[in-house]
């Protein structure tokens, strides 16, 4: 019974870990930027915190008695909540107090500031949740109970999953810093429980257990546990962008392939428990199985993410990325507890491994493999992977497996269909140019209609919106102005419109160099722009490109990748960005940010954090019916009529204005474009409740508004 205790204390920790995780990671884009180098610290700071508090306890509690263990796993815990609740709070200062040394540096500098920043404020909560682990093997050591890790491991795995899952929940209605408070209540509880137990429990309870001598780690533990580790993160970071074109780029998609991943964990974990509690010989045969169809499971991944897959299966897809997930979740606990032999000591020593495959699978997938090989391709060298690590295991006589014969025939058959069914990547690239990043994929086509894709998602078309984005704030300004700045580039249009004005600098930030690379495929004075000294072209996130430069523009404008509720682009509504936004306007600057569509609720909390920091917020139809421009400024927004516009629009931004009108008239084309907003039901003070924060994007999460 003392062991289904702990387990529970470790539900409740890896649930409260991984929704740490998500929120740390939140906070750390709103302050640093949603960039790819940020993502991965975040990531490579919770493992590495992982990995020395693991080692640390490993070497610390290994001579502690059970009641000692108990006592330091619940002062753990507690360590864990209270230092939890830290981490956003000083993200948010630590970027405030270094924000005036941090204006007008490089992109390469305010990395390495934003990184030690990082490490600085979530080293500590993660050095404290690694160090739950050798203090719960210790104390099932204390107990002589067998298999520590696999039981352990199988409890922290469903806590992952609820983790996953609750705070897309918890988040829509009380917010990213109240979610933290929530899940800092269950390592309180853990904490409660540990100690409840050190009370019931004998004061002389220590068994000294016979155990096996702690020797060095075997080669082939060692490799197989860092190749599963890089296997499986590595080919669950090209999952989650090969899903967007079936499953969207909302939080809960990403989520969506998170928990399938954590769930059939989960069910290979509890089935070779399940054999484990049959016999040892049982969970042996089980983890050769897996470990012989290892190479398998990972090209059914690949078919997972193929065209055919998405239109027959669509979501069902998802199940193919199950034989992967559940063999890792039958080679990892057998591994560990074949290497650790149930000695906290022996816990780290193997542990690291898989540690540092889990960190360096996603860089590599990220920023090699994806850039050479796609999406398909780097799911196959993950495939040819597992085949040589089982390759080179299968000369051991430890490991033996028969039908490897069919192993063979049915790898050569999957990898002969993965080949023959294109992902979307392939299936869109003829069409086009292909370009890739550390974002994802992006794929340009010029004719017969020019689309530009990013990971399959349809980012923009031609359409006079995206030059109104330009000629609406520039012309309603009262002064001469002299800098712009058009946030995410798209096709290049609102730039390319910016540029027929007489501007002495125009700036661009956009997150993608893959959709920079491809403004020559959609205008054909392109090169002649891209060339002018006045335009620079950066490849940033737009809050964090605000952050480190020290310039003021007379206007600049956002125009969101769609859809509206895509992961992270709650960032770019909110009143901490109009905050930052502001600071980098020039007096009387105007800002221009366009909105596609949404519910009332999100208009209104976009509407009113608008006019918390502006004075004047001026609102306008889009020329095509649908979408709104927002202008705002702390300067009065003059009223014009069609004349006055055409007046204010310099001869070569007239021509821009009309290359796309059709057989719309310049005053027509003018009147549809300076069309005020009718009254919307949003704009009463029913809605003024709502405000858009980095703490409660209303557009990433509205499962309840849904509902309703």
């Given at each position: ?282 969970a042996r045969q089980l983890y050769h199985h897996a470990l012989f169809f290892l190479p398998i499971a990972v090209a059914c991944s690949v078919l997972a993410i193929s065209v055919e897959s998405f239109r027959i299966l669509s979501v069902g897809s998802l199940l193919l990325l199950g034989p992967l997930c559940f063999a890792c979740g039958i080679i990892l606990p057998h591994v560990m507890d074949e290497a650790c032999k149930d000695n906290s000591a022996g816990v780290y020593r193997a542990y690291r491994w898989n540690f540092l495959g889990c960190v360096l699978g996603p860089l590599l997938s990220t920023y ?341």
């Amino acid at each position: 019974m003392i062991t289904i205790f702990i387990g529970a204390c470790f539900f409740l920790s890896g649930m409260a870990s991984l929704a740490y995780q998500s929120v740390w990671m939140r906070e750390a884009m709103g302050q640093f930027g949603v960039i790819t180098p940020v993502l991965s610290t975040v990531l490579v700071v919770f493992m590495a915190g992982l990995a020395i508090g693991t080692a640390w306890g490993a070497r610390f509690v290994s001579k502690k008695d059970g009641r000692a263990v108990l006592r330091l796993y619940g002062l753990t815990e507690l360590g864990i909540a209270l230092s939890a609740l830290t981490v956003a709070p000083l993200l948010r200062f630590l970027a405030d107090a270094s924000a005036i040394y941090v204006a007008g540096s490089a992109s390469a500098e305010f990395l390495l500031i934003s990184q030690g920043m990082i490490a600085l404020a979530m080293l500590v909560p993660c050095i404290l949740i690694g160090l739950t682990l050798p203090l719960g093997m210790r104390f099932l050591e204390t107990q002589a109970a067998r298999h520590a890790f696999s039981h352990l491991y199988l409890f922290n795995l469903t806590g992952a999953v609820a983790g996953c899952a609750l705070p897309l929940f918890v988040v829509e209605l009380l917010g990213f810093r109240a979610t933290t408070y929530v899940f800092a209540i269950a390592n309180l509880l853990a904490a409660a429980i540990a100690f409840l137990l050190v009370s019931r429990l004998q004061a002389d309870t220590k068994i000294e257990a016979e155990k096996p001598a702690s020797k060095a780690l075997s080669k082939e533990h060692a490799v197989l546990l860092f190749a599963t580790g890089a296997i499986a993160m590595g080919a669950e970071t090209i999952w989650l962008k090969s899903y967007i074109p079936v499953l969207g780029s909302s939080v809960y998609s990403f989520s969506l392939v998170l928990i399938t991943y954590l769930l059939f964990n989960y069910l290979g974990a509890n089935y070779y428990k399940q054999a484990m509690k049959k016999s040892e010989e049982k969970a042996r045969q089980l983890y050769h199985h897996a470990l012989f169809f290892l190479p398998i499971a990972v090209a059914c991944s690949v078919l997972a993410i193929s065209v055919e897959s998405f239109r027959i299966l669509s979501v069902g897809s998802l199940l193919l990325l199950g034989p992967l997930c559940f063999a890792c979740g039958i080679i990892l606990p057998h591994v560990m507890d074949e290497a650790c032999k149930d000695n906290s000591a022996g816990v780290y020593r193997a542990y690291r491994w898989n540690f540092l495959g889990c960190v360096l699978g996603p860089l590599l997938s990220t920023y090699v493999l994806f850039g050479w090989f796609g999406f398909k391709g780097t799911l196959m060298v993950y495939a040819a992977l597992a085949a040589l690590v089982i390759v080179w295991l299968a000369r051991s006589s430890a490991f033996v497996f028969q039908p490897r014969r069919l192993v063979v025939v049915l790898s050569a058959a999957l990898v002969g269909l993965s080949v023959a069914m294109p992902d979307f990547e392939a299936h869109l690239a003829p069409l086009g140019n292909l370009y890739r990043d550390h974002v994802g994929s992006v794929i340009a086509i010029s004719d017969p209609q020019a689309r530009i894709f990013v990971n399959g998602i349809g980012m923009t078309v031609k359409t006079t919106i995206t030059k109104n984005m330009a000629h609406l704030p520039l012309a309603h300004l009262n002064h001469t102005p002299k800098k712009a700045l058009a946030i995410c580039f798209g096709m290049g249009t609102t730039v390319r419109s910016f540029a027929s004005w007489p501007l002495e600098n125009i700036y661009a930030a956009e997150l993608s160099s893959g959709v920079l690379q491809a403004f020559e495929n959609f205008h054909a004075d392109a090169a002649e722009i891209r060339k002018d000294p006045r335009v620079h072209l950066v490849a940033d996130d737009g809050r964090r490109f605000l952050k480190r430069t020290d310039q003021r523009f007379d206007v600049i404008t956002i125009d969101p990748p769609p859809p509206i509720y895509a992961a992270g682009s709650g960032l770019l509504y909110t009143r901490e960005f109009l905050a930052l936004i502001k600071s980098r306007l020039a007096e009387g600057g105007i800002l221009q940010h366009w909105i596609p569509d949404g519910d009332d609720v999100l208009h209104a909390a976009i509407y009113n954090a608008l006019r918390k920091h502006f004075s004047h917020v001026k609102m306008l139809d889009s020329i095509e019916g649908w979408g709104v421009h927002f202008l705002a400024s702390d300067a009065p927004i003059k009223e014009m009529n069609s004349a006055e516009f055409a007046k204010a629009l310099p001869e070569k931004a007239q021509r821009d204005f009309m290359e796309w009108a059709g057989q719309r008239s310049f005053e027509e084309a003018t009147s549809l474009s300076l069309r005020p907003l009718p009254a919307k039901p949003w704009q009463s003070e029913s809605f003024a409740e709502y405000e858009m924060t980095d703490d409660m994007p209303y557009n990433e999460f509205s499962l309840f508004r849904a509902a309703k």
